[in-house]
């Protein structure tokens, strides 16, 4: 079975620019989630997706947003990029949503904004 | 606690040594508790999701523990090996948040 894929693997945008990554779950899962790590801090929660829907949402400004398609992949944007964008993207997907559905992780994208 | 805090934040040991980590996370509402390893170069792996007080977890030589009343978990590795270095990040899911809250990790280095 073929894991999580995230594409790129790495970008390097100028400030001001936009740009849109993409995530392909494990056949059969259903949500999709994301989160970006960046030096010193833990993986913050940007939004999941289930079934096409924002479920829920992390505290990221109107600049990040995403969506799901019928086939359950995911893309994440983020607009007018600055400098503090710059981080490891990780997406995740799970067969389900609720708590006890272990993530199955991507190996990230990594956003270097100059 | 509000947030999800692990510690030490790293650890250096060597190999054979056995070691353990704490994951503390706010009590109130609590569903569950997952704990990930993260090795260098790949990406994050499921190592446990406990949800009930007094869970106990073993996959080899790694075992976890979890009391929900005072809002805590232990990750322990027995006999540490090279191949253990890793991040270790334990993550909590609240009722309330609805959505998991990982902490900053624990870097594990075990040298021979």
Sequence with gaps: KAGVTQTPRYLIKTRGQQVTLSCSPISGHRSVS???QTPGQGLQFLFEYFSETQRNKG?????FSGRQFSNSRSEMNVSTLELGD???YLCASSPGRGS??????GNGTRLTVT | ILNVEQSPQSLHVQEGDSTNFTCSFPSSNFYALHWYRWETAKSPEALFVMTLNGDEKKKGRISATLNTKEGYSYLYIKGSQPEDSATYLCASYTGTASKLTFG????LQVTL
């Excluded at chain 1, 006890?100 to 992780?105: G, R």
């Excluded at chain 2, 900053?104 to 870097?107: A, L, N, P, S």
């Design chain 1, 34 to 36: 994301w989160y970006q």
């Design chain 1, 59 to 63: 505290n990221f400004p109107g600049r």
């Design chain 1, 86 to 88: 710059s981080a490891l």
């Design chain 1, 100 to 105: 006890t559905s272990p993530l199955h992780f």
């Design chain 2, 104 to 107: 900053t990790g624990t870097r």
